[in-house]
């Protein structure tokens, strides 16, 4: 089954039509600039746009870099601060007039990453992190989320792991691949200790060269680079939507 999967961005709003049996783009991927401010009333309307866009009147899965409870967003990352408190499920289904499914933007990657990527058919506790601007994070037992699991901004050495762990450290503070990959470690050792998982996925657009730092990782989970990349928000949207639809 076909469903369009839109994922909202700090800098990007994108959208696909979603092959759902298959994971892949039945479409070209449209992406229009996140308004600035981003408020709910203005990122909408964009939405609205991608709707238009594709002729779509079906059910529709969305991501916001927010906590997501029952359709209303509980905080607001990378987006307004007016986000906080909005039902976005009500705010999108009376801008397009189609039904809305939203959800965390990390959850959505990892539903994507379990359903076809390196947690298919993986049982057990898997971790799926994204390094990138910030740290992502998405929690799966036996296949089933854990939803809304910020484990992103750990304490380690006094400071947020998102100062020492990110690609955006990597690049901002000038580590060298074995330094950075060392701190990876130190976050994912910490990690290991508090929920002792079975596998850590690691994604974000720095996994495509996971060679250059994997081999400075060294603890006891087994680790595996994210396979959908830059799919993942859009495709684990649509497959929520038609999960929960």
Not at 56 to 64: F, H, I, K, M
Not at 137 to 164: M, Q, T, Y
Not at 223 to 237: E, K
């Amino acid at each position: 089954m076909e469903v369009l999967g839109v994922d909202i961005g700090g800098s990007g709003i994108k959208g696909a039509i979603v092959d759902t049996a298959s994971g892949e783009f039945a479409s070209e991927r449209l992406r229009i600039e996140t308004p600035q401010p981003s408020k709910p009333a203005a990122v909408a309307a964009v939405v609205a746009d991608i709707c238009a866009h594709f002729s779509w009147n079906g059910a529709v899965g969305c991501t916001v870099p927010a906590v997501v409870k029952r359709g209303v967003t509980m905080t607001a990352a990378n987006i307004d601060k007016a986000w906080i408190g909005t039902d976005v499920e009500r705010l999108f289904e009376s801008a397009t007039g189609s039904p809305f499914i939203a959800l965390n933007d990390a959850d959505a990657a990892g539903i994507a990453e379990m359903r076809f990527g390196a947690g298919r058919d993986r049982d057990g506790l898997i971790a799926i992190l994204t390094l990138g601007t910030g740290i992502g994070s998405s929690l799966f037992i036996d296949g089933r989320l854990v939803p809304n699991i910020e484990l992103g901004h750990l304490i380690i050495r006094g400071k947020d792991a998102e100062e020492r762990a990110t690609d955006r450290a990597r690049q901002t503070k000038g580590y060298s691949w074995k330094q950075w990959g060392k701190r990876v470690s130190e976050y994912l050792e910490y990690l290991e200790s508090l929920i002792t998982p079975d596998l850590f996925i690691i994604g974000g657009g720095v996994s495509k060269r996971h060679h250059k730092f994997f081999p400075y990782i060294q603890c006891k989970t087994v680790i595996a680079p994210a396979q959908l990349r830059n799919r993942a928000g859009i495709v684990g949207a649509a497959v929520a939507a038609l999960d929960r639809m």
